[in-house]
């Protein structure tokens, strides 16, 4: 792209920029519109950056018109473009929080970006919500799923130590990884601020048992005993500790 072209783009911009901001939404559109038609083909690398903004431009059009998919549909060719556009992964959390896609594994990295860089509170909420539910960890998690949620819980809880579900949720990742120490160090923490959890007890228990610290599984089993007395799957592990005991002092 030549001096002059680039100069024009960015007047072009510009120009569609003030009118988003008067309110003539169809005329950027339209101006915008033309500008990526006029791109489209031109193979010019230097290009690449002009060609993005239009697209992202294109997608402020749709917001302020109220047409959400569309605006998703411009915010995702910006990046194509150019995947670092910075204000289009913005918006484009902003665009897909409540829509059908909102959970797409590919939002992740969108979401936690949104947590440091993204400018409305209430969708620093909404992506935490759901980053909360795409990273969930049950404990019946095929392997492969746990792995790449771990390593995206670990890039959260080092990005908001204050959070808790990543914790958590590391805290039975490491579990089901067989890192019985790193469960520990994940959950004992939560353990003390929630000593009313008693999942969190029993997965911390559970965690105790696996090695080999008998005495912290018994306390913590009981004490999750007396959050929520009707565990028989617990009175069980208790019984089956407490013969444990009965035997070494035999």
Known sequence: MSRSDSKKSRQLIERACGLIAQGEIDAAKDLLKD????????GDPDAVATYAELWYQLGRCHLAGRRADKAIQSFENALRTDPEHLEAKLRL?????DSGDALG?????????YLSKGPL????????????????????????????RVEMLEKLARLLPQLKFPRLYLGRGRYLQ?????????????????????????MLARSYEKVGRLEDAHRS????????????GVHFRIGRLELTFAQRSA
């Not at 500008?35 to 031109?42: K, L, N, P, T």
């Not at 959390?93 to 929080?97: D, I, M, R």
């Not at 089993?221 to 028989?232: D, M, N, T």
């Open 35 to 42: 500008s990526i038609r006029s791109f489209e083909g031109a």
């Open 93 to 97: 959390v902003e665009s897909k929080l």
């Open 105 to 113: 594994h590919d939002m992740v990295g969108h979401y936690v970006l």
């Open 121 to 148: 509170e209430k969708a620093r909420l909404g992506a935490l919500r759901r980053l909360q539910q795409i990273l969930r960890i049950r404990l019946n998690e095929r392997p492969a799923t746990v792995v790449w």
């Open 178 to 202: 067989e890192d019985y120490a790193g469960a520990i160090r994940e959950l004992e923490p939560l353990a003390d601020k929630s000593p009313d959890s008693h999942h969190l007890l029993n």
């Open 221 to 232: 089993w009981e004490q999750s005993l007396r959050i929520v007395p009707g565990q028989a």
